[in-house]
């Protein structure tokens, strides 16, 4: 367990103050993050949640979660609030009211777990957090369990224990992808998007039209924009290292690394994804991200 500490003087309480904890996901069935966040104080505003090739799960343990799927709609009070919050592969940022105090647990998960844990396939888990899946009475059994443990290791235990036993107790029962669509994934993954689709169909024995299709039924997504998540999410870690690092990300140097053909292609690809330019975000969320926030897959970093 990793914990970044306050922010601000702990002993003045009119101080902002953020805490991130990281936990071993890798204790999870399909866990790629676990995070732990705290904050008071903060101003109250409007938080980006950046798209990415996992499925995002929130137990949020100090009044719930409002977001929208566009800034207008939350402005305008279009939006939705939950205590447990479970969303699908999203290829558009959402829009969260970040309020002056909040407190919870987030995890992303592989979409290849969403059968054994959540009975259902990533496909049929909204990509909105605005219209997030409902885990039912076991979400809300673990996100009551959760908030009466007091410590960061704790929670953690719990959900790492409360997920393993759910898929554990569901394996018998459970149907899961088809092989060739697990096997496809986890070279996308392995590649960190940069595989070819007409190469990764080949690699496991389908057509290029059936490989698509089978995505579709299994996560709601194509390959090939399964990929650019991937791709992005590869390129956005490489920025928030560099940044944790009190270093500025060369723009160009990530674009070549994450397979993009040079830095405007990189642009256009966070424009299209967060209507901003990867400068401005950085910019914007660098006090943020040196204090924990938007941790990447560890992996992915180098």
Known sequence: MRATGWVGTLGRVCEPRQEFVTGDASRLPGGVRL???????????????????????????DGPVRAADGEAELRAGRSVGLDVLLAGLQDQATYVV???HEEGVQLA???LAARALFGVPAAEISA?????????????????????TPTWQGRFDVVSQALAHRGHTRADDCVGPRREVVGAWRLLTRSR??????????????????????FVREFGI????????????????????????????????????????????LSREFRGYLAMPPSLWCEQERRNIQVGGHAGREDWVS
């Not at 909105?128 to 908030?147: I, N």
């Not at 998007?193 to 290029?208: C, F, K, Q, Y």
């Not at 994450?258 to 830095?263: E, I, L, R, V, W």
């Open 35 to 61: 995070i732990g966040y705290r904050s008071s104080g903060l101003p109250e505003g409007v938080h980006l949640g950046v798209p990415g090739a996992t499925l995002t799960f929130i137990l949020s343990l």
């Open 109 to 111: 998960i592989d979409p």
């Open 222 to 265: 194509g390959p090939k924009a399964a990929g650019r998540l991937m791709r992005f999410e590869h390129a956005m870690g490489r920025m928030t290292s560099a940044i944790r690092a009190g270093r500025t990300p060369s723009l160009a140097g990530v674009a070549a690394d994450c397979g993009y053909a040079d830095q405007s292609h």
């Open 128 to 148: 909105s957090m605005a219209s997030a899946f409902d885990p039912g009475r076991w979400g809300r059994d673990l996100w009551q369990h959760v908030g009466e």
């Open 98 to 100: 970040r309020p002056s």
């Open 193 to 214: 998007g940069a595989i070819g689709i007409d190469d990764l169909a080949r690699e496991v024995s389908l057509s290029t039209r059936q490989l698509r299709q089978e």
